[in-house]
């Protein structure tokens, strides 16, 4: 990996860290389930006016949108509405990664490692002591909005495996993914909308927007779509096609880093020793999951080798971060999802191929 490229991994985990802030300013003024219809209808709109849709089936397009788009946001966005702190969000947030790697491991029958089981066991210990220590602050008040992010990554994970499936049957349409998933959420979130939060807090959210609190949520949101979904995904895309996932993923780690940093320098938000020590094992458990140990040994080729290899591929996909779809990328990242991460030695020949 170049260090031009290393440098871009950065910015686009510094992009997506920042999110977390810039969805929070967002929630100041507009309700969190009509907030998310808009910011994806935002994409939405020009997508079904100027962009061809996808050879993929329709119905991995609504996994896709219906996991990451609808159930992610619908969760993240209530529990930060409720008292989630940000940049605690964009630590649990991470959860999709051993979520991702369970559900790939039971529907789509990728085998799973002791290593990646390791990582799991250890990222899930790290989750559940973040939970045990809030469920003990406010009488247990601030459990909730830790659950609600839990299945927020669990909604993440979901919209992962229609992700992979999706490119499965269109491997060189990776953008169009990302923006026709868009065309998902929309709709149900605008109902679900119209349903709990009323027609009147819609229209509500729309007064004051002159004002310094609305103008921080119009910011806020168009950053969200257009610097961390459309900037930020499309670098993404272009780092996993020049190099294997498992290069490019563990740069996600540094999301949350600059979530919480971002939170306090920003938001004056505190994150506890307590909750930064588990946090920190949560990272670990995910880092572990999403590397290969390196081996001194030859390559194991055929079925044995395609499968040991296939195992990074969901947690290398589950690691990327959000807010912000996921779609690993053309030319090498098309060959993991179908046969696993190649061998160092393919991997370092496609990605000068593409240079």
């Known amino acids: ?65 219906f996991g990451f788009g609808v159930l992610q946001f619908v969760f993240l966005y209530l529990a930060m509405a409720n008292g989630m702190p940000t940049g605690l969000a964009s630590l649990v947030l991470q959860s999709s990664a051993p979520f991702t790697v369970v559900l790939a491991a039971t529907f789509l029958r990728e085998h799973l490692t002791a290593r990646q089981g390791l990582g799991i066991l250890l990222a899930v ?72 939060e009323g027609p009147a807090a819609i229209g509500h959210s729309f007064t004051g927007l002159g004002s310094a609190q609305g103008l921080l949520a119009l910011a806020g949101l168009a950053y969200t779509v257009l610097v961390a979904t459309l900037c930020g995904g499309m670098l993404w895309t272009g780092l996993m096609g020049r190099h294997p996932s498992s290069t490019v993923a563990p740069f996600s780690m ?33 880092l572990l999951g999403s590397t290969r140990a390196r ?5 194991t080729t055929g079925a044995a080798g395609q499968a040991d290899a296939a195992t990074t591929s969901a947690v290398a996909i589950a690691a990327t971060p959000s807010p912000r779809p996921v779609s690993p990328s053309p030319s090498v990242v098309v060959a993991e999802t179908v046969t696993g991460a190649p061998a160092a030695a393919d991997s370092a020949a496609s990605a000068s191929a593409l240079r």
């Open 254 to 286: 540094l999301v949350p880093v600059v979530g919480i940093a971002a939170s306090w320098l920003l938001l004056r938000e505190r994150t506890s020793l307590t909750e930064l020590a588990w946090g920190s094992l949560v990272l670990g458990g995910v």
């Open 295 to 299: 081996r001194r040994d030859v390559p």
């Open 125 to 196: 210990a790290g989750l559940g002591g973040i939970a045990a220590h809030r469920a003990q602050l406010s009488g247990g008040a601030t459990l909730v909005p830790v659950l609600l992010t839990l299945a927020g990554g669990l909604g993440w994970a979901i919209g992962n495996l229609g992700s992979r499936k999706a490119m499965q049957a269109s491997p060189n349409e990776p953008i169009r993914l990302l923006l026709w998933m868009s065309v998902v959420p929309p709709v149900p979130m605008l109902a679900l909308s119209l349903l709990v």
């Open 1 to 65: 990996m170049t260090t031009r490229d290393r440098l871009l991994a950065v910015l686009v985990a510094v992009v997506w860290g920042l999110n977390f802030t810039a969805i929070h300013l967002s929630l100041q003024q507009f309700p969190p389930f009509f907030l998310v219809a808009l910011r994806f209808a935002l994409l939405a709109v020009p997508t079904l006016l100027l962009v061809p849709k996808p050879t993929a089936p329709w119905r991995w397009i609504l996994l896709y949108g």
